[in-house]
């Protein structure tokens, strides 16, 4: 069996069907679940076995990863909005529907990949899958889960299509037609668009299923249409809606629809999360908390100041507490680097910010890998370290959440391993807090 150094001279990836051995390594099989020294086998893109007893296969490579931790790789459940596709005839709007924005039958896997070097910025953040998602319309269509090597081809790179369905209370951009093509142009019309195609959706499911019971004593049954039977899979807590969320209000109008007809919804959120934070403890939803905070204000002179409304200067103040305020009271959510300039340089800077600031380090860690795994459905597949899960994890120093000298060393994505480009930051300050912080 060959053996390698963690640190060896990688520039390329290797093939997923290699088969390596991770030796000495203290492995975080999940928040609150580790293994102080054990191995880690990967076999064809997957962990094939981890354990303190684990015997090292006979054909493996294997990587000495003494002093380094392993923590399952990070999953972005917002991240990237896919190129818009061209208008086709099983994209179209919802026959019937009164506006044109209704095509939750859209598969935005079909129609985008978003490039390597995208990819890479994610992957260097410690990123492993991020979603891709389609970016217009009121029901947009289904998101793609994708992992971050880079690799140009769909079968290579798609981890899961149709894994949500996206909405948002979109209103029509075009106001300079006829008024009966522009439908909705508020807010209260797009819910009300909203719940009229779920409705219809409720209804074709349900007269299609008395046609199935009938058998040959049934009239002929309707046409299904593509965009009903689309959502249909989102209603009775089906497949997971996600809700693009970029108004403070769009919080209770969420959790309204998802009242009325028993949706999985989670709210891609606007950073303002804490202050609706019973709202979205009560509707049992989650929500994707993003790490983009607001700068400091500029009051640098009075008149500067009086610039400066007293929202602003509270949201500067509680915008960094906001994951802590959702962990104490009770709302699931995961972290997102949607909106980050820079994700290799912000995203883990941010994460570790919230520690400091009192969010308890096992949550941050479930916010980036258990949560978001089953808020997507994909829980038997991510988030963990078990065997049979995708081999998307990283090797990096023990205190990664806590410490701003901390750094990734490697990333491996479905068996493909990379070595991490960025410089380690030898003389950074640690951003652990000795105590727990007040709140604001």
Request: a neutral charge.
């Amino acid at each position: 069996m060959a053996q390698t150094s963690m640190t060896p001279s990688l520039t390329e990836p290797a093939e997923r069907s290699g088969v390596y051995a991770l030796t000495n390594a203290r492995v975080v099989v999940r928040p609150g679940q580790v293994l102080p020294s054990a191995t880690l086998v990967v076999r064809d893109g997957l962990i094939a076995a981890v354990g303190g007893r684990v015997r090292v296969p006979a054909d493996a490579q294997v990587v000495d990863v003494a002093g380094a931790t392993v923590f399952a790789g990070f999953i972005d459940a917002q991240g990237i909005v896919a190129d818009q596709p061209d208008s086709t005839s099983s994209q179209a709007p919802l026959v019937g529907s009164v506006s044109t924005l209704v095509r939750p039958q859209r598969e935005v896997s079909d129609v985008a990949w978003p490039g390597a070097k995208r990819l890479q910025g994610l992957r260097d953040s410690g990123i492993t899958s991020v979603l891709l998602r389609p970016g217009s319309g009121i029901f947009r269509g289904r998101a793609a889960l994708l992992n971050t090597s880079g690799v140009s081809r769909w079968d290579q790179s798609l981890v899961a299509s149709a894994v949500a369905q996206v909405a948002s209370f979109e209103t029509h951009p075009n106001t300079q037609v006829a008024a009966e093509d522009v439908y909705p142009q508020s807010i209260r019309g797009s819910i009300a668009v909203i719940r009229q195609s779920l409705l219809d959706a409720q209804w074709q499911r349900d007269v299609l299923a008395w046609h199935r019971r009938q058998g040959r004593q049934s009239l002929s049954p309707p046409v299904a249409q593509p965009a009903l039977s689309a959502l249909a899979e989102v209603l009775d807590a089906g497949q997971p809606m996600f809700f693009e969320a970029p108004d403070q209000l769009d919080f209770e109008r969420i959790a309204s629809l998802g009242q009325q007809f028993k949706l999985r919804w989670v709210a891609l959120g606007n950073g303002y999360e804490y202050r609706y934070a019973q709202v979205l403890k009560a509707d049992a939803g989650a929500v994707i908390v993003p790490l983009v905070w607001p700068q400091v204000p500029a009051v640098l002179d009075d008149e500067a100041a009086l610039q400066v409304s007293l929202a602003d200067m509270e949201h500067w103040q509680w915008a960094p507490y906001n994951a802590r305020v959702l962990a104490e009271s009770g709302v699931t959510f995961a972290f997102t680097s949607a909106g980050l300039s820079d994700p290799p340089e912000q995203f883990l800077r941010r994460v570790r910010e919230t520690v400091a600031r009192g969010l308890d380090e096992q949550t941050a860690l479930a916010a980036l890998t258990t949560v978001p795994a089953r808020l997507l459905g994909m829980q038997d597949q991510l988030g963990t370290l078990e065997p049979g899960r995708r081999a998307q994890f990283l090797i990096a120093d023990a205190d990664l959440l806590r410490s701003a000298a901390a750094r990734i060393h490697e990333v491996w994505v479905d068996g493909r391993r990379y070595v991490q480009s960025l410089p380690a930051r030898a003389n950074a300050a640690s951003t652990e807090a000795t105590s727990k912080p007040p709140l604001p």
